[in-house]
């Protein structure tokens, strides 16, 4: 028995090892190409092993240290407040929805899931948060237009709730004299810590990687956050090409291939390395301890 | 009378409503007022009129989608790509979520939890980089390499239409099986541990835990997850389509979708009438299909309905 | 709960009503008062009238500008405050200078504009057809004139043509250079080695040759590449045709210089069969990148890169002195070909209708168009902080030590704003406006020059050419497909997208403005 599972468990880890190689291999490729000389890139093309090493990329992008910091820092400060909220929001959304007994449940989760389906367009947005909130040009502009709750998030939210939190949990609580905000906070969060932590996470990395509300609400480069800032740096070359004034502009100054290379490293890296610290909470375990308790 | 028993009847959930409030709240602000602009698709707008008061335009925005050729293709194509990938990217992440809760050992766990999120991290852009540093026909990998070390001819990929609905299917697989396993990971770690040792109790194996408790925890998931991509059926993933095949012609057959058709009939003119009905458009038909599969789940199981 | 739902149905509806009528509804209402504030006025200020008193009688005001670029927000702001501290005397208003990135500024104006948001005057970077079709900008007619002066008295009567729209004037024209020529682009240090005598080409036959002796040379050259995938440059004219009162190069008219010319289908025209088949014998033999058509490197870096010898461009006076820099100080030769085309008043500046002071907009630009001071300093920034200078005296400049053109804070766009005449020059990159005079002498100009295309009547046709266009046209271009078997196909598939309608429309509005035009 022991013998056979130990043979099972070998297997698995082949086959997410296979895996991981086809995740990691084009990173790679990204990380070695932006360290590669433009010019050598150019000739003999990609290569998982670095020929001529160069951090001449890296000096593009860090030329403005400055507003890049600025801009990481803006990031940061934006994905958690953002992640926060919309955590909190969603939460709070989503636990009343997955009551059973919450009445015309089913037009509440339609009213949720049809903001899904379908959407005025960016220009009633635009007008209604930029004036009837002025968000432009502030830091608002980063957290609140979409991203403060989805639908998505709170369905899945929903679902694991009502699948995962018996019945006779809640209502042991309610014997007990509980309140229902009491039995939120007291019961169902704590059960709840692995989609929480999953959605924090998820919630977290659509924060990080926004790039459109900074490209509809900003004007103002003082508030650009990393990806607001590189990801305008990728797009340049694509926009002229597009527009009558491609031949006047130096293209010479627009990105080439290992600065874009180098723009999505600096750009995914943070997450990687903040990611190990949310995987605590995927334990199992707390469950258990909640339902005995 | 009556009214008093609503009233009690509700009072017991005026916490929850309070709890919904906010939310509610957001979702008109967010989402329904700025739906008024729903009306863009039937109007001949101009601005100094007022969107309102601009003329409207009946149905004649919506022409454009169905009076070329190309109608079919592309709506085959949106059509084909989005089953694909529901059904082969909801095998995949399942598969892995169970893999990875079965694996022993923590810090492996860890490790490959960490990696498979890698590709979801990397943009469209970067990932149509990446493709062409495998693909492109002097200097790309695949052909310098593989078909180099077989003996075969280098491949022109980039006008090849045939093999494009695989690459196409592997990389959307690539860059998603990552964020998706890791939700049904998350379902499947929040099951209750009892059914677990219950299972246990009764002399049952790794597998016939794994399908008599692990794959019934997910079913709501997965329904739940599947609902909502066929809710949006009628749209693409423009990156996918338009970036990643590098916008090459000769690919158009297996790669036109109804987003980028429209986006390369109106880049130039900016139309916001047509561009709104096109929206519009897919928004119906993913709706009219989800309430179709949503109808069909409650028949079936009420609890995993959707709404 | 009943109730709570009423409100929130009664709340939204108000919301969008006043959303939707209110937001635009503002920007109509003051213009027409503007406008007829403007008329009686005029009469009463005197045709000489001083603007700056004029202005004084009038309400302070802080004009919001919109020009493409990037720039640090600090130096917008110190350019702002040393721009208002002029327009403070000259027309009682403050300067509010937004500058947005290449990569975003198309979105962001187009919010603006749609949104009806305070905006005053813009640089628009597309076609502005579109904007005039959906009433997004003003016509400055009435305007222009008292508004203007500086700008009126330097103008030809043919540079306002590309403004003019339905009989109205929208937009107020850049000065830059104003003539074109097709061109291709070479590495002189090659053409020397191999003796390529590029001054003398006759024709493509020449340059062909060149380029096979460039193949053999270095074979792990390219000869030719392409421009990020474009082979001839996206904007009209690009192999000699003319798009004729649009950008898209669907209808066109073959011989932009034949008084009697037709509208055709592009597809169907001599010269795209001709370049076409040139372009696959060129690329069967090895003389063209492969993949050119989904190439993602600009020719520039190519060429800086030692993989490229040469490239199609359009070229203006000074093109080989911008070009070797831009080749990373690689130098740069070209032979022109073609027809030198009159492009004058190509981009200019507009207001949005939603503008609440069309007036001091007009004069704002006419300021930044008549004004050394102005001009230079939403040119080129602040000096010290953006630009050293050199030789002051000549008005010759630099970027500041351990700064250069993308680092500096303040990006220099001159030819995007309106007189880059009057700005200093850049050490290296002197223009010769003499020489920019004597060639735009030389140029022809099209005979549908200041026709528009109001494309409203077949909208439908054009998105489905356009997908017919991108699924054949680039790749033919760069010869990755076979002209004999593909044309052909384009064509019937065209057919079948409608372009007939198109061509048809094209050639009413186009006669119906010859013939208005040769009565006036």
Redesign the interface.
Known sequence: MVEKSRKTQIIFHFIMIILCIFCLFPFLLLIVSSFTDEHVLIQEGYSIIPRAFSVAAYEYIFANSATIFRAYGTTIGVTVVGTVLNIALTILFAYPLSRRDLPHRNIWSFIVFFTMLFNGGLVPSYIMWTQYFHIRNTYAALIVPSLMMGAFYVIMMRTNLAQNIPEEVLEAARIDGASEWQILFKVVMPMALPIIATLMLLVGMAYWNDWMNGLYYLTQKKYYTIQVLLNNMLQDLQVLLSSSFSANVDMSSMPSTSIKMAIAVVGALPVLCIYPFFQRYFVKGITIGAVKG | MRLKKFGKRHRRYIPLYLMMLPGLVYLIINNYIPMAGLIIAFKQVNFRKGILASPWAGLSNFEYLFSSDEAFIITRNTILYNLAFIVLGTIMAVFIAILLNEIRGKLSKKIYQTVILVPYLISMVIVSYLVNALLATETGFVNHTIVGALGGEPISWYSEPKYWPFILILVNLWKNFGYHSIIFYATVVGLDSGLYEAAAIDGANRWQRIYHVTLPGLRSTIITLSLMSIGKIFYSDFGLFYQVPMNSGPLFDVTNTIDTYVYRGLMQSNNIGMSAAAGFYQSVVGCLVVLLANFTVRKISKDDALF | ?KLKKCM?LG??VV???S???G???D??TKTETESVAASGSTEAAGESGDLSEYFHTKDHYTLKVMAMG?????I?EEVSAALSEITEEKLNCDVEL?R?????????L??I?????ALDLFIP???PS?YVQ???I?PITDLVERFAPNLCSSLEERDWMSMIYDGDIYGMPVNGEKG?ILGFGMRKDICDELGIDYENFQSMDDLHDALVKVKEAHP?MYPVVS????MF???TPYIGQDSCG???NLAVLEDPFDENGKIVSFFETDLFKETCERMYQWSQEGLIM??A??N???????V????AFGYF????PGWEI?AT????GIETVAWKYGVPTYIGG??GWFVP?ASGDPERAVAFFDLMYSDPTVANLVINGIEGKNYVFVDKENGVITFPEGKD???NGYSR?E??WPNERLSYTVEGLETNWEESDQFTESTQVPVCFGFKFD?TSV??Q???C??VY??????LLCG??NPDETIPILNE?ME??GIQDIVKEKQAQFDAWKAESSEN
């Open positions: 709960m929130a709340m939204t919301t969008i009503c959303l939707l009528a937001c635009t509804g920007g109509e990037d720039a640090d927000t600090q917008l937004t947005i990135g290449f990569a975003s500024y198309m979105t962001q187009n919010l504009l749609s949104s009806g948001d970077m597309a076609d579109e959906t009433g997004q003003q074109q792990d421009n990020a995938g474009d440059g996206g904007s649009d950008s898209n492969p993949d058509s989904t993602t490197d600009s020719c520039n870096t190519l800086a890169a030692g993989k461009q359009h070229m203006t911008e820099q831009n080749n990373g190509r981009s209708t053109a993308t680092t766009l030819w995007a494309s909208m439908n054009i998105t489905a356009l997908n991108e699924k054949y046209v680039p790749a990755s497909l598939e079948k997208a």
